[in-house]
């Protein structure tokens, strides 16, 4: 038995992959798919979010974003959302029942600085052979006509996308449910372990949950900003408050980012016109109120951007806890105890990066698997929990 | 009989009176407790809220405001607070059970054009012998620490005290129901008449309720915002977002307001810790919407005023509608049609108003009442509904 501990969309996207290979899986999570994953906005833009120091996370979400469309697709069909958007052609399923959108991002700047740096990032990706445009503010306007006048210029990423990831984490449990993996509502309290082997987890008390402990030949851990507390890895919980707006009609295209008064700020369309604001970015421990601080930061970011959101209804307001590690690169790979295998620590990369986490747990865990080779080898040495042990 | 329409604090209140003296009511509202008083502050502020235009509304808050404190001990008794605070000294069970506290209101100042302002308003007072203080920036500081350090004055008004609604209306019900009134959970669709008499009211359909007509000797119009539209009276609602914030320790002793961006705002803080940010004003016809806009100007203000709002959880945001009047004042006592009576039109003081007006209206429908004379004759003169007949 393979017991997945955290269902949220990793956790849920690596439990699904085994099971379709016929592995056995169970997960084992309290509140399934209400963590991180609820609170997400779920651009999945390596592009766009790139920095200078982070080309390993570049390639990283590169090759999951590749791996999307196919996860997508094979997830309608698992969920049975091919049923319900039936006779549509190919990838409406994901599309509607999704809201899987590939019409790009847009990183738009203000100042004379901001259109400096979008000039630097456009010539690092140029470097790095990314597709990229460099935009006036008129033809930022042209594509986003709610955009601020004050956009003085942008950088259009045309091959980054989005998803809602609530969506995406409600189709992971109904595919799991069709392929009959149990899912326990317990919290894992710790793993049980045969001296350096683990073994399995023990369960805290929970309602309709009468085991106390359930046994695992390999415990993956994809239990996100908790992972640090149940195995000691090196993930800690870094607070996002997101805020859900209802739109009449959309107010955006495609995804619009943009840095106000120093801090990151995103607005995602969905296709039934919510439009999500996102998002802070606060070293708190593991605290999930939703702060008046929060909210006016977000609000005042997002109308420097895009004027027209103060019209809009405020519809959900949520905090979450990312599960951030030293170099903002996830933990993939062997635990250093024997049983043991990490699925966590994706900080902001989660919805992202989850179809390349389970393609890589998945290789790694089939039956007769060997050492990854080629590019998903180099993918999974950068994403390898060794790298915290060598330093240590 | 005498069927009230309307269930928030002054239907409520007004209900709650004529059954104290011996009159059949019933009180018809598919929600009450959930409209304007839902999302009110509860300000007995009438000395920091007077306008140079308003002395009429001046007079009426302060002739209610005298009214709380009996009308809150009784309401205490009878909804039965005595007994859950037994053995508590005088008001202490409206003090904690209604959260009725009388520390006054600072009104603060920012800049020169703010402190000029805050020199005349108190001037005015003075010539209306009301009681204000008026306190250097270090003054106001020394009173409430957690003010922003840019305030440069302030204008204290003692004698201001504030109630929590949510709990006033609370108790009301509770009162009601021991005296036995039937409340009625339908909605009041329209006006029954026998030529020009009012006889009734018509109910739209609601689960539990079979009855279609209400018959009453007297129907008292309490339906705020939605005044208008059964009686044709001059009342449209007045949108207001108010927020509520969880704070694990006072961060004010007493309400605080202020004119931040030519917006006035205000901080109530409650026993609990709670901090009631309030209000925005907006006329958008029925809207109830919390909207971006909304939020963003009531937490931009607020932290003009408190810095350490921020840090602040978020309990609950609502957005409530007022019943304004063209003059700002009430419309108390006899409607145009025999049978009708009106108690609506309290715009942003329905709170305040509501012991001064279940006394006009219980003293007009008490068995052998006269004109009312007096000062009460004085103040039910300047809430006649009559004012504007004469004026079409």
């Known amino acids: 038995m393979n017991v997945i501990v955290g269902g949220g969309v990793i956790g849920l996207s690596v439990a699904w992959r085994l099971a379709r290979e016929g592995l056995p899986v169970t997960v084992v999570d309290p509140a399934p798919a209400r963590g991180a994953s609820h609170a997400a906005a779920g651009m999945l833009a390596p592009v766009s979010e790139v920095s200078y120091t982070e080309e390993p996370l570049l390639r990283l979400g590169a090759a999951s974003l590749g791996r999307w469309p196919a996860f997508a697709d094979?997830?309608?069909?698992?969920?049975?959302?091919?049923?319900?958007?039936?006779?549509?052609?190919?990838?409406?399923?994901?599309?509607?029942?999704?809201?899987?959108?590939?019409?790009?991002?847009?990183?738009?700047?203000?100042?004379?600085?901001?259109?400096?740096?979008l000039d630097e990032l456009a010539a690092f990706m140029d470097k790095l052979g990314l597709r990229v445009e460099r935009l006036t503010g008129r033809e930022c306007r042209r594509l986003e006509p709610m955009l601020a006048p004050s956009?003085?210029?942008?950088?259009?990423?045309?091959?980054?996308?989005w998803v809602d990831p609530r969506r995406v984490t409600a189709a992971l449990l109904a595919?799991?449910?069709?392929?009959?993996?149990?899912?326990?509502?317990?919290?894992?309290?710790?793993?049980?372990?045969d001296g350096e082997t683990v073994t399995g987890v023990r369960l805290d008390p929970a309602p309709g949950v009468a085991a106390r402990e359930l046994a695992a030949e390999r415990v993956v851990l994809a239990a996100g900003a908790w992972s640090g507390e149940l195995a000691g890895v090196p993930v800690r919980p870094v607070k996002g408050q997101i805020m859900r707006l209802r739109s009449p009609q959309p107010l955006l295209g495609r995804c619009v980012r943009g840095t106000v008064h120093g801090a990151p700020v995103y607005l995602v369309p969905r296709g039934d016109g919510e439009l999500v604001l996102g998002a802070t970015q606060e070293e708190l421990g593991f605290d999930t109120r939703v702060t008046a601080g929060g909210l006016h930061e977000l609000l005042r970011d997002a109308r420097e951007l895009v004027p027209g959101v103060t019209e809009l209804e405020v519809a959900d307001v949520v905090a979450g806890l990312r599960p951030g590690t030293p170099d903002n690169l996830p933990l993939i790979g062997a635990g250093e105890a024997p049983g043991l295998v990490l699925a966590t620590g994706h900080h902001r990369g989660g919805v992202l990066l989850a179809p390349l986490t389970a393609a890589l747990v998945t290789a790694g865990l089939s039956p007769g698997a060997e050492i990854l080779t080629g590019e998903e080898g180099e993918l999974a040495e950068l994403c390898s929990p060794a790298r915290f042990r060598e330093i240590s």
Chains 1, 2 share one sequence.
């Not at 149990?182 to 710790?190: D, F, I, K, S, W």
């Open 74 to 117: 094979e997830l309608a069909a698992d969920a049975g959302l091919d049923e319900e958007f039936g006779g549509s052609g190919p990838g409406e399923a994901a599309r509607r029942g999704l809201d899987l959108r590939a019409d790009g991002t847009l990183d738009v700047a203000f100042g004379a600085d901001d259109l400096a740096a």
């Open 151 to 161: 956009v003085r210029g942008g950088l259009l990423a045309p091959g980054d996308a």
């Open 175 to 193: 595919a799991l449910d069709r392929l009959g993996v149990p899912l326990v509502r317990a919290r894992a309290a710790g793993l049980l372990r």
